[in-house]
């Protein structure tokens, strides 16, 4: 993975809304949930939340970025202080796309659902931080 590949994704977000408007843009990212994440999504079925806390420290791991990850009882919770998407963003000075945290929303909650998992996800795209829980649908 290029970092620059998180100014693509935040170029190709801003044309999809600007052509097809903010619902065409929503069904685009829940598209990559349901097409680009088929390997997370078998891990996600079989293993559940220990496969997405595996997941997510790949991810910062590969990414940097300032993160904490841990379970409040049966809710697996990461918080983003520092996002290194918005970051990479910003140090190429590219603007950031309306509403470009959205697609973490949008994508997480797509791929959950279809494994059985619950999302939720509150987030701060001026400062580049979220608050992003999981859980098992079958508690």
Same mark, same amino acid.
């Given at each position: 993975m290029? +970092? @620059?590949f998180h100014g693509a994704l935040n170029c190709g977000?801003?044309?999809? +809304? @600007?052509?097809?408007g903010q619902d065409g843009l929503e069904e685009y990212w829940r598209r990559i949930a349901?097409?680009?994440?088929?390997?997370?999504?078998v891990e996600l079925r079989s293993r559940?939340?220990?496969a997405l806390e595996e997941h997510w420290n790949k991810v910062f791991e590969v990414e940097g970025g300032d993160y904490k990850l841990y379970y409040i009882d049966e809710t697996l919770v990461l918080e983003v202080e520092r996002c290194p998407a918005i970051d990479q963003i910003e140090q190429m000075g590219y603007p950031l796309a309306e509403g470009f945290?959205?697609?973490c929303e949008i994508i997480n909650k797509e791929i959950c659902e279809q494994a059985g998992l619950g999302a939720s996800c509150t987030y701060r795209q001026a400062v580049g931080s979220c608050r992003q829980k999981f859980w098992s649908l079958d508690n």
């Open positions: 290029h +970092k @620059d977000f801003q044309y999809v +809304k @600007d052509r097809y349901r097409n680009c994440y088929g390997p997370l999504l559940g939340l220990k945290c959205r697609h």
